[in-house]
C-alpha cells in the first residue's frame, strides 16, 4: 500500500462513514461502554445500587461456589449442545427436502417459518401446556385407549430440560431451514446438472459440494441459533421458570434473579461477567480463523 | 446492558404518566380482590382528606415486578408519592443514598411509638435512629391450618401438634387424604422450614440466633438438624398432591382433599371466602402447636422525596392517615391481617385471629425472615430450599449443611 495519491482514508466514502456514526457510537457506548461497566462493577460489593465498594474477586468465589448457577451451566451446555446439533440437521434436511421442487413449497414454507413469528412468551406457555399430563399429550393419548402411556418431562427432573429444548426447536428450526433453503438456491444449477451427468449420488453431492459451497448462509444460523441459546430467558420463565427445582435454570435466569429478586446487584454483574466471557472464548478463536480464512483467500 | 436500556425505556414511560401536585400516585402490588378491597380502604381516606388518590398498582406476588420498576423511577428522579415495600432491609440502600422522606417528626408529634404495638415494628422502619416508614399491617408465617372434616374420616381427632400431626399421615393416606399440600413456590418451601419448623421445633432462641446473630454453628448444630430432618418429613408427606399456588394449597385444605397446609395467616382469608368457620371446619395451630410464637412480617409504606412542598404536605397527611386508628381498621379487616396499633378493638376478629392477638398481647414475638436477613440472603435460601423441596436425593444433612453456609456469609 505505498500509493501516495490514494486519497486519506478519512475522506474516502465519506457519506457512508457519516451514515454509519449512530450505530458506530452505539456499539462504543452501548456495547463497550456497559460491557466495561458491568465488569468493572462485577468487582464491588453492590447491592440494590451499584457502588464502588471494592470486594475483590469475592462476587466470582461466591458464583462458582453456588449450586445453582453450576446447575444453569450445565442445563445451558445440553439446551446449547442439542439445540445447536439438531436445528442445524434438521434445518438443513427440512431445506433440501422443500428444494425438491415440491408442490405447495410456499405453504410448506410459512408453516415451518410460522412459529418464529411467535414470542417465546407464547411458544412457552403452548408448550407448558401440551407437555402438561393433565391435559395435553398424554391426557390425549391415554384417552385414545393408551392408559399406560407416560409423557411428562416438565413434571420430571431429569428430564425438563429436553422438554424445554422441544419448544426452543419447534421455535427456531423455520428460520434456520429458510436461511439454509436460501443458500440452496444460491447454489448453481450447474452443479447440478454436472454431478448428474458423472452420476454422482445426491446425498454425495450435498455433503461434498453442496454444504462446502453454502458456508455463508450456515454461519449466518449458526451465530443467530448460537446467539439465542446464550440469552435463553423468556422461553424459561414462561415455559418452567426453572422448575422442578433448579432443573430448567439458565445463567441469563440467575442474573435477572440475581439483580431483582436477590437485590444484589454484584453478583448478577459477576454472573453476566461470566456469561460475556463464554461468548468471547467462542468468539475469539472462530474470528481469528474466518480473518485468516479470508485472506488467504 | 440490556437491563440499562429496559431501565431507561421504563423510567420514560413512567415520566409521561407523572402526577401533577396535591394528586399522590401510591405504587403497590396488592392486586388480588380483599387485597384489592383493603387498598381502596386507604384511597378512600386519602380523597376524603382533599387530595387525589392515584393508583399504580403493578402486579406480581412480593412486589417482584413492583420493586424494580419502583428503584428505577426514584433513581431517574421520578419519584411517586408513596410506595408500598415489605418493611426490613430491602431498603437500607435506598435509604442511604437519601432518597425516602425522612418520617421522624411526624411519628415524634403524633406519638407513633405510644400506640404502635409490638414497637419493633418501627425499629423496622428505623435507620440510623430516623424513621422512613409507616407499617400498616402484621402477618406471620407460624400456622398450620387443618381440615377438621378430613381427619373426622380417617376416624381421628384434629391434631393439637407437630407430632401427632405426622403421627396421624398413615390413617390419613389410608383413608385417601393428602396429609398435607404445600405448592411449589419457593417462597412456600422457604418459608416452612426456615420460619414456621425453625421456629416451632428449634425454638425461638436458637431462631433468633441463627436468623438475627447470623450463627452458623447453631445453624450446623443439633437443634437445626431437626428442623431439617422434620422439613424432609414435610416433603414426604407433601408428595401426594401438587399444587403451584399458596392459595390453591388452601383450598386442598378447604375441600378436605389434604388434611393440613403449613401457611402464614393470609391463608385465613381463603377459608373466610370459602365460609368456613374457625375450629368448626378447620382449625389453626400457631407455632406448630409447640412453640406458639408469631413472626412479624408484614407491610410497610415509604415516602420518595420531593421537590413539591405541596405533595410533600400531602405525602405527610398520607402517612398520618394509614396509621390511624379508623383506616387501621378498615383496612386490617379487609386484608386480614393485624393492626399495627394496641388501642383498637377489633371485635369482628375470629377464634384464629384472636388467637394471633392474644400472642401478640402476650410478647411472643419474633423479627421475621424480612426484617432480620437481607432480599440477598432471603434469595439464596430460597435457591437452597427449592432445590431440597424438589428433589428427594437432596438428604435433610446436605440441605443443613449448605444453608449454614449460607448463613455463615449472611451480611
Redesign the interface.
Known amino acids: 500500500m505505498a500509493d501516495s495519491k490514494r486519497p486519506s482514508i478519512l475522506s474516502r466514502n465519506i457519506s457512508s462513514k457519516i451514515a454509519s456514526i449512530p450505530m458506530a457510537l452505539t456499539a462504543l457506548v452501548?456495547?463497550i461502554g456497559?460491557?466495561t461497566w458491568?465488569v468493572v462493577y462485577s468487582f464491588t460489593g453492590s447491592?440494590?445500587?451499584p457502588?464502588l465498594r471494592w470486594t475483590g474477586l469475592s462476587q466470582y468465589d461466591?458464583l462458582w461456589g453456588?449450586?445453582?448457577w453450576i446447575v444453569s451451566i450445565e442445563n445451558l451446555a445440553i439446551y446449547g449442545f442439542c439445540m445447536l446439533l439438531f436445528s442445524m440437521v434438521v434445518g438443513f434436511v427440512m431445506a433440501a427436502l422443500l428444494d425438491q421442487r415440491i408442490r405447495f413449497e410456499n405453504t410448506f414454507r410459512s408453516i415451518f417459518l410460522y412459529p418464529y413469528a411467535l414470542s417465546f412468551v407464547v411458544t412457552g406457555l403452548t408448550w407448558q401446556w401440551m407437555l402438561n399430563p393433565t391435559f395435553g399429550v398424554q391426557k390425549v393419548v391415554r384417552d385414545w385407549g393408551y392408559t399406560a402411556f407416560t409423557f411428562a418431562p416438565l413434571?420430571d427432573?431429569d428430564y425438563a430440560i429436553y422438554g424445554v429444548l422441544m419448544a426452543g426447536l419447534w421455535q427456531g428450526t423455520g428460520l434456520v431451514m429458510v436461511i439454509m433453503l436460501a443458500g440452496l438456491r444460491g447454489i448453481d444449477e450447474d452443479i447440478w446438472k454436472a454431478t448428474r451427468v458423472d452420476g454422482i449420488p445426491k446425498w454425495k453431492t450435498y455433503i461434498r459440494i453442496v454444504i462446502p459451497l453454502m458456508r455463508g448462509a450456515i454461519i449466518t444460523a449458526l451465530v443467530l441459533v448460537a446467539t439465542s441459546i446464550i440469552k435463553v430467558f423468556d422461553l424459561i420463565v414462561a415455559q418452567t421458570q426453572g422448575?422442578?427445582?433448579?432443573?430448567t435454570e439458565v445463567p441469563a435466569k440467575y442474573v435477572m434473579?440475581?439483580?431483582?429478586?436477590?437485590?444484589?446487584l454484584g453478583?448478577g454483574f459477576a454472573a453476566s461477567t461470566m456469561m460475556l466471557a463464554f461468548v468471547i472464548i467462542i468468539l475469539i478463536p472462530w474470528t481469528v480463523y474466518e480473518y485468516r480464512e479470508k485472506r488467504r483467500g | 446492558?440490556k437491563?440499562?436500556?429496559t431501565a431507561l425505556a421504563m423510567t420514560a414511560i413512567m415520566a409521561a404518566g407523572a402526577a401533577k401536585a396535591a394528586e399522590l400516585e401510591v405504587v403497590h402490588w396488592w392486586t388480588s380482590g380483599g387485597e384489592a378491597a383493603a387498598v381502596a380502604e386507604f384511597a378512600k381516606a386519602l380523597d376524603a382528606s382533599g387530595h387525589k388518590w392515584v393508583d399504580g398498582a403493578i402486579a406480581g406476588g412480593g412486589g417482584?415486578n413492583a420493586?424494580?420498576a419502583v428503584?428505577s423511577r426514584l433513581?431517574g428522579g421520578d419519584p411517586m408519592g408513596a410506595t408500598q415495600f415489605n418493611h426490613g432491609r430491602?431498603t437500607?440502600?435506598?435509604i442511604q443514598?437519601g432518597l425516602f422522606l425522612d418520617l421522624t417528626e411526624l411519628s415524634e408529634k403524633e406519638g407513633w411509638r405510644d400506640f404502635v404495638f409490638p414497637g419493633s415494628l418501627l425499629d423496622a422502619c428505623t435507620y440510623d435512629g430516623r424513621l422512613y416508614c409507616v407499617p400498616v399491617n402484621i402477618h406471620s408465617w407460624q400456622w398450620i391450618w387443618l381440615s377438621n372434616p378430613a381427619f373426622q374420616k380417617a376416624g381421628l381427632d384434629v391434631p393439637t401438634n407437630w407430632d401427632e400431626f405426622v403421627a396421624s399421615a398413615p390413617k390419613l393416606r389410608a383413608a385417601g387424604i393428602a396429609p398435607m399440600a404445600v405448592g411449589?413456590q419457593a417462597w412456600q418451601s422457604t418459608g416452612m422450614i426456615t420460619e414456621v419448623l425453625a421456629v416451632a421445633i428449634a425454638g425461638p432462641d436458637t431462631w433468633n440466633k441463627v436468623n438475627i446473630d447470623k450463627d452458623a454453628s447453631v445453624a450446623a448444630g443439633p437443634a437445626y438438624t431437626k428442623v431439617f430432618e422434620a422439613a424432609a418429613t414435610a416433603r414426604e408427606l407433601a408428595a401426594d398432591i401438587?399444587v403451584t399456588d399458596w392459595n390453591l394449597a388452601t383450598a386442598a385444605v378447604i375441600t378436605g382433599q389434604a388434611a393440613a397446609q403449613i401457611m402464614g395467616d393470609w391463608a385465613q382469608g381463603e377459608f373466610a371466602v370459602a365460609e368456613q368457620v374457625a375450629g368448626k371446619d378447620y382449625s389453626c395451630l400457631p407455632g406448630l402447636g409447640v412453640n406458639p410464637v408469631l413472626s412479624l412480617g408484614g407491610d410497610a409504606f415509604y415516602f420518595p422525596k420531593n421537590k413539591d412542598a405541596e405533595t410533600t404536605k400531602a405525602q405527610l397527611e398520607l402517612a398520618s392517615l394509614m396509621i390511624s386508628k379508623e383506616v387501621q381498621v378498615s383496612f386490617n379487616l379487609k386484608k386480614g391481617s393485624l393492626p399495627v396499633r394496641g388501642d383498637v378493638n377489633l371485635s369482628a376478629a375470629n377464634d384464629c385471629m384472636k388467637k394471633g392477638l392474644g400472642l401478640l398481647a402476650d410478647g411472643k414475638i419474633l423479627a421475621g425472615g424480612n426484617i432480620a436477613l437481607?432480599?440477598?440472603t432471603?434469595?439464596?435460601i430460597e435457591?437452597?430450599m427449592?432445590?431440597f423441596?424438589?428433589?428427594t436425593s437432596m438428604s435433610a444433612a446436605d440441605a443443613q449443611a449448605?444453608y449454614a453456609a449460607i448463613i455463615a456469609?449472611a451480611d
Open positions: 452501548i456495547f456497559c460491557s458491568t447491592k440494590l445500587l457502588k461466591r453456588t449450586d445453582r413434571t427432573s422448575g422442578p427445582g433448579l432443573a434473579d440475581m439483580m431483582f429478586r436477590n437485590q444484589n453478583q | 446492558m437491563k440499562t436500556i417482584t420493586i424494580p428503584v433513581l430491602q437500607e440502600d435506598l443514598e411449589a401438587s437481607s432480599r440477598d432471603i434469595g439464596q435457591d437452597l427449592v432445590q423441596w424438589n428433589d449448605k456469609q
